[in-house]
């Protein structure tokens, strides 16, 4: 009886939840879930690799399966979601240019500050080892084109379901709180990272989260984002194929002739 008692107050209070925040919760974790366990590369390595590593461009594949999948999986799964699901228009969780003045200023000004911090912390073949993530990209400019294209395509997708399917998914419910709210996930996807990185993800998490509830949009968050990660990707292929590390004039007139 008891139980009986329990289980109808469980109900009830089920049925008073906000419809809207449950489904975006529940498909965040269940996106999320797919992700990491099926579009991911350690998927691909266990599953498709063996088929695939008599093809040359066997690692560049891997990247753009991931890329690719995990666009379909965080970005047309989450807009199927928001058409059939929630009825609402995809303008309402970000996918427009909104405050345009803002947004580009902003991002602007951030690539600007990040641009030296990149060319002085890319100064070292320690860091330039790790950049691009697919090393083979670094000696192959049509590799390397593929492979920024695909990231992209994933980086689109990855400010889509945090600084747009979630963060305004919850927006109504949560006000500014939504911004710490979608930032806990963010952070906690970058656990197996360099500890400073991984602690950064908390400031950088709450900041593009802020830049996407200020302007109305996530877009500026993939302008960002992705202006950074090709920034690194560009400057460390530029002095691995120069071998130079130096952080003078001369240096990077040096870099600027190993593009051609």
Known sequence: MQLRHELKKLIGIIKELDKKVVTIFLSVAVLQTISYYITSRRFFRVNLFNYLQSDPDVFLIEYLYWFISDFITFFILAVLIIKIILKER?????????????GLSISAIFLVVMLPVIWFFSATPEFVEKYPHLLSARSDWGEFSMYEIGMLIYMFSWEFIWRGFMLFGLKDKFGYYAVLIQMIPFVILHNGKPF?????????GIALGILAFRTNSFLYGVITHMGIMFSIDFICTLRFRANDYGVGIDSFLNLITNIF
């Open 90 to 102: 995809l303008t309402d969780y970000g996918l427009t240019w909104g405050e345009h003045k803002i």
């Open 196 to 204: 400073a990185e991984t602690f950064g993800a908390i400031g950088g």
